[in-house]
């Protein structure tokens, strides 16, 4: 089975829409779509039943709190979720993804790599908060510090073999001096910078030794705009 994550709220539904109907033709393998509900109103749920009916989504209610969102613990809470939930794969895409591959690719890559994940260009010592480094134990890895972070808007896990990984993933997501240091704000510059849990994934899944794999399954950023 591949779970799919979905979380969204209100502010960003016009966005999910696009990413629900990229799902059309890609879902080649059993599946469920997991719709993480952090505040929907019950128009835009009654949509999601009415017009989406045809991907049998699945609505969980969460208790999201407004710091939460700002500070991405919803990411975190996610990936322990997929933990308890043992699918054999699973993916959290946000509410502006697009799918690009089908299921079925993904699972191949996957069960290859173990974590399917891309990165983004910037470094971790630039984009990742000191008191974070520290905390996660690379202050001084050189390796680690110079590398390109990892995006963390579409990450796969092949769960039989990154069980550990996500243990890892979760308890430094857990600690908010990783996911939200003092002084920190989602910043991409001076000794504020800090991409909350962008960081803690990227990070956590270095120390296990994960590479990117530059495999486009899925775009991202992508915005409906409505016409006046």
């Not at 509410?95 to 996957?110: R, Y």
Request: aromatic content about 10%; hydrophobic content about 35%; proline content about 3%.
């Amino acid at each position: 089975m591949f779970n799919i994550y979905c979380p969204v709220d209100d502010g960003y539904f016009i966005h999910f829409q696009g990413l629900l109907f990229s799902f059309k033709l890609l879902l080649d393998v059993p599946h469920q779509i997991i719709i993480i509900d952090m505040g929907l109103c019950k128009k835009n749920i009654n949509t999601i039943n009415n017009h989406f009916s045809f991907l049998k989504c699945k609505i969980v209610k969460t208790n999201t709190t407004r710091n939460d969102k700002l500070n991405y613990k919803f990411k975190i809470d996610i990936i322990e979720m997929m933990l308890k939930d043992n699918s054999e794969y699973s993916i959290i895409l946000d509410a502006k993804d697009h799918l690009k591959q089908p299921l079925s690719i993904i699972q191949e890559k996957a069960k290859i790599n173990k974590i399917l994940i891309n990165d983004w260009g910037g470094l971790e010592k630039d984009w990742t908060h000191n008191i974070c480094l520290e905390t996660m134990g690379v202050s001084n890895n050189q390796e680690i510090l110079n590398s390109s972070q990892f995006q963390s808007n579409n990450v796969v896990f092949h769960i039989p073999q990154c069980k550990e990984i996500m243990k890892t993933i979760i308890l430094y997501g857990n600690n908010m001096n990783c996911l939200c240091p003092p002084g920190s704000s989602k910043s991409f510059e001076g000794e504020s910078r800090h991409r909350q849990d962008q960081s803690v994934i990227s990070i956590a899944l270095k120390l296990h030794n994960i590479k990117a794999t530059n495999f486009e399954y899925s775009t991202y950023h992508n915005t409906i705009v409505l016409p006046n």
